[in-house]
Each structure stands twice: as C-alpha cells, then as structure tokens.
C-alpha cells in the first residue's frame, strides 16, 4: 500500500504562482508512474499532467500546457506541480495519484483515473480574480 501527501494549496490572486508537493511513502517510488488530477465544485476530477518514472517523459492537459510543470525527485520520494500564471478556473482540489509498474514507455497513455492505483487526500487551490 502507498500512501500519497500532498501539500502546498492555498489561496492566491490570478496570475501568481504555486507549488504543490505530493510525498509517497513507498521505497519503490522511482519505479512509479506519478499523475496530478484536480476537481473543482460540481465538475469531474480532471487530468492535469503525468511523468513516468525517469522524469524523462511528461504529459498536460491542453489547459495547463505552458503554464504548469510537473517534476519529481526520486531521492526524496516526492513530485511536484509548479503551477504558474493561474487563473480563476484553477480553483479545484489536487490530487495526486501513482501508478505501479509494469509501465508503458508513453506516459501520455496514463491520462485516465482508472490508470492509477493510489490516491491521496487532496490539497485545495484557490485562485482569486
């Protein structure tokens, strides 16, 4: 079992910055495929972006390309979403979400909730206009 933390939500004005880090308890975690999905107020969760287990290969929604970038540190168990120029619709839940191998050299395959394994609680985002 893994256990995902995400942190690093909060409220801020359109057009500002944050990071959101998502911590995984599982000593195999350069071998996982790491996703980050979001959901806001009366909307499906939605895919946000995915890398596979390198770093070498990441995958966005069209909404966010250009503006966010996922990254991971596997020395530290950890991925992350840079989220930058945000706007108002960014305003969700983020979640983020592993999958285990065997893996796809595409990451761009794993863009669907059901691909993943693992999900953690959630971080708010808030973005004012």
């Not at 057009?15 to 107020?41: D, E, K, N, V």
């Not at 939605?46 to 996922?70: H, L, M, P, Q």
């Not at 596997?74 to 191998?101: G, H």
């Amino acid at each position: 079992q893994v256990q995902l933390v995400e942190s690093g939500g909060g409220l801020v004005q359109a057009g500002g910055s944050l990071r959101l880090s998502c911590a995984a308890s599982t000593r195999t975690f350069s071998s996982y495929a790491m996703g980050w999905f979001r959901q806001a107020p009366g909307k499906e969760r939605e895919f946000v972006a995915a890398i596979n287990w390198s770093g070498g290969s990441t995958y966005y929604a069209d909404s966010v390309k250009g503006r966010f970038t996922i990254s991971r540190d596997n020395a530290k168990n950890t991925v992350y979403l840079q989220m930058n120029t945000l706007k108002a619709e960014d305003t969700a839940v983020y979640y983020c979400a592993a999958r285990p191998p065997p893996l796809l050299p595409v990451v761009a395959e794993y863009s669907a909730q059901y691909d993943y394994d693992y999900w953690g609680q959630g971080t708010q985002v808030t973005v004012s206009s």
